[in-house]
């Protein structure tokens, strides 16, 4: 992150920039950052709880009433 926003610009505290980005290359290869993004997105769903009355809400169709030309159809279909 901070290479993002700094170029190569890291804090004093960490190694230097070359050290870090042969880590981070090679995470990115073995799959690490991909893993962790997952595992973070499922951690985060699961501490997202839908309440039912949400749930059934989303759920719900609201179903207009069927036309005069409609019903006089299915009237007559059912008369024959």
Known sequence: MYVVRTG????QDFPPWKMVYDHYSKWN?????DNALKTITE????KTVVKPSQAMESLTLKASKPSTTVK?????????
């Open 43 to 46: 951690l985060a769903r699961k």
């Open 29 to 33: 290869k073995r799959g690490t950052w």
């Open 72 to 80: 006089n159809a299915v009237m007559v279909a059912a008369k024959k």
């Open 8 to 11: 190569r610009y890291l804090p």
